[in-house]
């Protein structure tokens, strides 16, 4: 039987305000969540998951239930941030012997985990180009010889990306408690390594970090441009009477495209939606379900939560939108600044450089934009947030 142990407790700050009514694993990527994606590449070689949840727990409960697509789903609570490692040691006594570590926040392949699997203790690693920011391994030739976290030196290039494949050695000692109050499983791994044959694997088709809402960006438009070209020869024929379509592109059951509409793929729409008239989507372009996009609306490259409404005459341009928002017509995302400089974004307080010379909001679930809303490159609403009619969100 191999189990997967999948730490979703935190709250998840850094992804603020995506994350501030529910947790990460919630969030959507091409339509579809990031738990949902994660399951669907481990369904075929798994036999149970255990979500430990915390942050929002009820709604990951609510939205999964005790299984999906028939694989059994238990839940063990974490209502205290004291780390991940924490985590994993309070499903000390359903662990039946082989299990897979997998973070919650991040999104994997199948394949490359599938390697680990060859494996009774193995990491999957990522070649990363500034070690620093990372915990890495220690190797020696495929296998691991110890751990070092943040190295401020250089060590190797090889990332920890907290997937591992484990088995009941796991529990032979208990993970330290470091100075932040949280619980961290280096000594664990330090002792595995030095104990027993502790292997690794590189990832070689994909591992995409959740680190920041503008990830979600990225995220999505890798998964748009997997797709295939699912849209059915006489669906495009009959949009074109009165519509120019253009790439790849899908839409959901009783969707509407109105009359002029001009959409260039990759773009993915959901259910019950109502596009234009005249309104334009550029790719890569993901719109939920049972979402209004306006007349003579203008979306480029963005993500669009369910049952949001963008008016007439608006402008979305790379950006993240939650679920239930109204956009009032006439708003605005402005995305570049006049100095073509990277946009930089407030995360906890600080500014990080996202190292995206385009990037617009991100508006949280529920969040109502008053008429006529401009708001300046990489800005933030927060959910729930009302702004006025021709407010300068800055």
């Known amino acids: 039987m191999i189990q997967v142990v999948i730490p979703a407790a935190g709250k998840s700050t850094r992804t603020y305000p995506l994350t501030e009514s529910k947790g990460k694993p919630l969030l959507k990527i091409c339509n579809k969540t990031v738990i949902e994606r994660n399951l669907d590449e481990i369904k075929d070689f798994v036999d149970e998951v255990i979500m430990i949840i915390g942050y929002h727990g009820n709604k990951i409960i609510d939205f999964l239930g005790d299984n999906y697509q028939g694989l059994p789903i238990?839940?063990?609570?974490?209502?205290?941030?004291?780390?991940?490692?924490?985590a994993i040691s309070r499903c000390k006594d359903i662990i039946k012997d082989r299990f897979i570590i997998m973070g919650g926040d991040d999104l994997y392949s199948g394949k490359d985990i599938r390697k680990c699997l060859d494996k009774d203790l193995c990491a999957l690693v990522k070649e990363v180009d500034d070690p620093s920011r990372f915990g890495v391994i220690i190797p020696e030739e495929n296998?691991?010889?110890?751990?070092?976290?943040?190295?401020?030196?250089y060590v190797s290039n090889l990332a920890?990306?907290?997937?591992?494949?484990?088995?009941?050695?796991?529990?032979?000692?208990?993970p330290s408690l470091h100075e932040s109050g949280e619980y961290h499983p280096a000594n664990i791994f330090e002792y595995l390594s030095n104990k027993y044959d502790f292997y690794f694997e590189k990832v070689e088709d994909f591992w995409i970090p959740i680190g920041y809402p503008w990830d979600?960006?990225?995220?999505?438009?890798?998964?748009?441009?997997?797709?295939?070209?699912?849209?059915?020869?006489?669906?495009r024929r009959f949009a074109k009477r009165s519509s120019s379509l253009e790439g790849k592109i899908e839409w959901g059951r009783n969707t509407i495209i109105l009359p002029g509409t001009y959409i260039t793929g990759p773009v993915i729409i959901?259910?019950?939606?109502?596009?234009?008239?005249?309104?334009?989507i550029r790719g890569p372009t993901?719109?939920?379900?049972?979402?209004?996009?306006?007349?003579?609306?203008?979306?480029?490259?963005?993500?669009?939560?369910?049952?949001?409404k963008i008016n007439h005459y608006s402008i979305i341009s790379d950006s993240v939108i939650g679920s239930y928002v109204n956009v009032g017509a006439n708003t605005i995302t402005a995305n570049l600044r006049h100095d073509n400089n990277n946009i930089k974004f407030r995360v906890k307080g600080k500014l990080v450089n996202t190292g995206r010379r385009?990037?617009?909001?991100?508006?949280?679930?529920?969040?109502?934009?008053?008429?006529?809303?401009?708001?300046?490159?990489?800005?933030?609403?927060?959910?729930g947030q009302h702004t006025y009619p021709g407010q300068l969100v800055k």
């Not at 920890?160 to 208990?174: A, C, H, V, W």
């Not at 959901?270 to 334009?280: F, L, M, S, Y």
Request: glycine share 12%; charged share 30%.
């Open 270 to 280: 959901g259910e019950n939606c109502v596009i234009g008239p005249n309104a334009r």
């Open 160 to 174: 920890s990306i907290l997937l591992f494949t484990m088995d009941k050695r796991y529990f032979e000692i208990e």
């Open 216 to 235: 979600i960006l990225h995220a999505n438009e890798f998964f748009l441009k997997r797709k295939k070209d699912t849209l059915k020869n006489k669906l």
């Open 358 to 383: 385009k990037l617009g909001a991100m508006i949280g679930d529920g969040a109502k934009l008053g008429v006529g809303t401009i708001i300046l490159p990489g800005r933030v609403v927060h959910a």
């Open 74 to 86: 238990k839940y063990v609570w974490q209502k205290k941030a004291t780390g991940w490692a924490d």
């Open 143 to 153: 296998k691991i010889k110890g751990f070092v976290e943040k190295p401020k030196e």
């Open 286 to 308: 993901s719109i939920g379900d049972n979402c209004i996009i306006g007349q003579g609306a203008d979306i480029k490259e963005s993500v669009i939560g369910d049952y949001t």
